[in-house]
């Protein structure tokens, strides 16, 4: 059972404009989530994170919110640019876990 | 500079055959992970491993088989017994234990296996 979830396969946006890409998740132990960029036969690389004492986590173009109690994260990125055109793929953990769980991604395409 | 080495990039194989992905690390990570991506399907775990000479089964571990003789090395073997072996595999690591600011995996870039 998937416990992360980012439902939209694919997003498009016009250069310039914002990118919201949504993912939730099941597990209420998770409490360290992440998100990841790749590109076409690459490896992800590492992109924010934010852990759950948090509300908010920025790095330049790129904020993510987390909201507890809806279970769900957002990434937005201000202004989007064609380089960010890539797969974005969510991940989750908790403090005991092993492991990050990720979601299927979303293929964002930002649009010249 | 320290990173995580895949090798080979594109490996063909044909069926019937096992054949090894390697994956490196120099970055002193205790914990090493094999990720399999299908298209649509995003990242299933494979198998970890979190100390050297110990490894768990991931999600979908069947027709697959690693080692972790080395803290440096990792490597996964695609047995024949694997039914759909063709695939994108992907190798990360990480420090298991402390959630500093470089928590999180570090990936390599990945494996494209096919089989013929």
């Known amino acids: 059972d998937q416990q992360v979830k980012q439902n939209s396969p694919s997003l498009s946006v016009q250069e310039g404009r914002i990118s919201i890409l949504n993912c939730d998740y099941t597990?209420?132990?998770?409490?360290?989530f992440l998100w990841y960029k790749k590109y076409p036969a690459e490896g992800p690389t590492f992109l924010i994170s934010i852990s759950s004492i948090k509300d908010k986590n920025e790095d330049g173009r790129f904020t993510v919110f987390l909201n507890k109690s809806a279970k769900h994260l957002s990434l937005h990125i201000v202004p989007s640019q064609p380089g960010d055109s890539a797969v974005y793929f969510c991940?989750?953990?908790?403090?005991?876990?092993?492991?990050?769980?990720f979601g299927t991604g979303t293929s964002l395409t930002v649009i010249p | 500079d320290g990173g995580i080495t895949q090798s080979p990039k594109y490996l063909f194989r044909k069926e019937g055959q096992n054949v090894t992905l390697s994956c490196e690390q120099n970055?002193?990570?205790?914990?090493m992970y094999w990720y399999r991506q299908d298209p649509g399907q995003g990242l299933r775990l494979i198998y970890y491993s979190q100390i050297v000479n110990d490894f768990q089964k991931g999600d979908i571990a069947e027709g697959y088989s690693v080692s972790r003789e080395k803290k440096e090395s990792f490597p996964l073997t695609v047995t024949s017994a694997q039914k759909n072996p063709t695939a994108f595999y992907l190798c990360?690591?990480?420090?298991?234990?402390?959630?500093?600011?470089?928590?999180?995996?570090?990936f390599g870039s990945g494996t494209r296996l096919t089989v013929v």
């Open positions: 991940a989750a953990s908790s403090n005991t876990g092993n492991q990050f769980y």
């Open positions: 990360a690591s990480s420090t298991s234990q402390n959630r500093g600011s470089d928590y999180g995996y570090t």
């Open positions: 597990n209420s132990m998770f409490d360290y």
């Open positions: 970055l002193n990570h205790d914990a």
